[in-house]
């Protein structure tokens, strides 16, 4: 006895026909009639008279036929409840996220999204960019948001969008005036670089590298915030993102001067697990992201 069947007998009976039962579940007369005889046997009583043409619907079979009604109605209630709360966009999603991507962009970005989605919460991890790839392969951050994402066979990157590096420096600086800074004019400038192990160091290396450029590393630091930190102190310049010396440029205290190298720009990444299925809310956020940066 299966859902299956029990639908096939309400429809034999509300039909009053073998054959327009059997018609609409798409099997034949004879299928369907072996079906309601196995369902009587396993009752142990006769639901439908074949001797009267057309059939006639005994006690027992009326009283069974009450019963699926309610059976199948209740399924279908619980199956509609069940897959509703699981396309509600409702509840936490977990997000690892580097720290000047999530100082400079989240808020916002978490703050238009709770307001369309008011069941929703975002978690937000402030994190170095390897610790955020632990945090997603470890399941404890349901999307990763980090820049120069690598391949990884347990992750799945989408590349979300390219912010152009530019050339920073204190407001009273030589080149601040300037609008575009050559890589030559970076000759000999104490330089405030990124550590040596992260990929947005190698990349900055590489471009100036490439360029014949040679600048003296005064200082290395990990992150975004005491590179500025250490510019507005005036203890030398640095190449960083655009969108986070914003804020610093629009107060006066840093100038950003685009560099005579477009090409150089640090590609920002969403990575989630790869075998891993995606909320509701996880996924609605995902493309609602995407959207922001099209």
């Not at 327009?20 to 142990?44: C, D, M, P, T, Y």
């Not at 709770?114 to 960019?129: D, G």
């Not at 160091?201 to 600048?215: C, E, I, N, Y």
């Not at 203890?235 to 560099?259: D, K, M, N, T």
Request: aromatic fraction near 6%.
């Amino acid at each position: 006895m299966n859902l299956d069947t029990l639908n096939l007998y309400c429809d034999v009976i509300r039909s009053g026909s073998f054959s327009l039962g059997a018609a609409a579940h798409r099997i034949s007369q004879s299928a369907a009639s072996q079906a309601v005889r196995q369902l009587e046997e396993e009752l142990g009583a006769q639901l439908i008279d074949r001797t009267k043409r057309p059939f006639m619907v005994t006690p027992e079979g009326k009283k069974f036929f009450e019963a699926c009604l309610v059976l199948l109605d209740d399924f279908e209630k619980a199956k509609a409840e069940i897959t509703s709360q699981r396309t509600l966009v409702g509840g936490a999603v977990r997000v690892a996220v580097i720290y000047s991507v999530g100082l400079h962009d989240m808020g916002i970005y978490c703050q238009q999204f709770t307001t369309r989605y008011p069941q929703a919460k975002i978690r937000l991890a402030y994190l170095h960019p390897h610790e955020v790839v632990e945090a997603v392969i470890n399941d404890e951050a349901d999307l990763g948001i980090l820049s120069f994402p690598s391949p990884h066979r347990s992750l799945t990157i989408i590349p979300w969008h390219s912010e152009p590096m530019v050339f920073v420096c204190h407001r009273s600086h030589p080149l601040a005036k300037k609008k575009t800074v050559s890589v030559r004019e970076l000759d000999g400038e104490n330089f405030v670089a990124f550590d040596r192990g992260l990929s947005i160091r190698k990349a900055v290396d590489k471009a100036l590298r490439q360029r014949g450029a040679t600048v003296s590393i005064a200082m290395e630091f990990d992150n975004i915030e005491t590179i500025k930190h250490a510019i507005t102190i005036q203890s030398g310049v640095s190449i960083l993102p655009r969108p986070s010396v914003a804020r610093e440029v629009e107060s006066g205290i840093l100038a950003a001067i685009p560099l005579d190298m477009p090409d150089l720009v640090r590609p920002i990444g969403i990575i989630h697990r790869r075998q891993k299925l995606l909320t509701p809310t996880a996924q609605e956020l995902l493309v609602f992201l995407k959207t922001q940066k099209q």
